[in-house]
């Protein structure tokens, strides 16, 4: 079989696709085909150009500036200035109390609290208040719940409360990004999930340093669910 030839992009690939690794990681677009379909490309050229077979064309990139106004078109053509333009930084959403049964639902529980037997599916029950978030209208979230702890600083601090889609496949875990995992012994936690060295396992690893990685049997996990925003006090 001969050799796949390497292929080393430029620079504005490379912010390229920072960006939708920015933008998926943000619950802005939900997947690979909600990006294409965004910008008005085939999942064609989008593999090559993520596959790092060939470099982005400028009609993609003026297409995603386009769908994506936030974005900083100097920063993705020539790399000077940061991500998003000026004014359009990622501040936290806001939320706004609703009547009883309308809107996302605030649980009473807390991630890292350290009460053990987690069901995530019983946890969206025990409501606590309901809010509308208009930032996370589109991203199917199943409820809301405040962190305790600094293990996830600086992506998370203590008191901040994140938007949680449960996932009904373990299957569909997306590796290295935060994820709420109820556990049988530790209680609620949120972590990045990476495969572990054994099968059987996951490494549950921290943002903050001062927290090692570990791995914890799959047995013990009762619940995940995907991380998808964040709403952060001032």
Do not use: C
């Not at 490379?14 to 939900?30: A, E, N, V």
């Amino acid at each position: 079989m001969p050799k796949t030839k390497s292929y080393e992009v430029n620079d504005v690939t490379k912010r390229f696709l920072d960006t939708y690794d920015y933008l998926k990681d943000k619950g802005i677009i939900k997947s690979k085909r909600d990006f294409v379909q965004k910008i008005g490309v085939s999942p064609s050229i989008f593999t090559e150009i993520s596959k790092k077979r060939t470099n982005v064309g400028i009609k993609v990139i003026q297409k995603t500036l386009q769908s994506f106004p936030q974005l900083n078109p100097d920063w993705l053509i020539t790399g000077e200035g940061e991500m998003l333009r000026s004014g359009a930084d990622e501040r936290p959403a806001s939320m706004v109390p609703a009547p009883e049964g309308r809107g996302i639902p605030l649980v009473q529980a807390q991630a890292n609290a350290g009460h053990g037997n987690f069901d995530l599916a019983a946890l969206a029950k025990d409501v606590k208040e309901h809010y509308v978030i208009p930032k996370f209208r589109h991203m199917n979230v199943d409820f809301l719940i405040e962190i305790t702890g600094n293990s996830m600083a600086p992506k998370y601090y203590s008191g901040d409360i994140v938007a949680v889609r449960r996932l009904e496949n373990p299957n569909y875990i997306q590796w290295n990004r935060p994820h709420l995992i109820g556990t049988r012994d530790q209680g609620l936690l949120v972590k990045r999930i990476l495969p572990g060295n054994k099968k059987d396992h996951y490494t549950l690893k921290s943002d903050n340093p001062d927290y090692p990685p570990f791995e914890i049997p799959k047995s013990d996990i009762t619940g995940i669910g995907l991380i998808v925003g964040v709403i952060r006090a001032e």
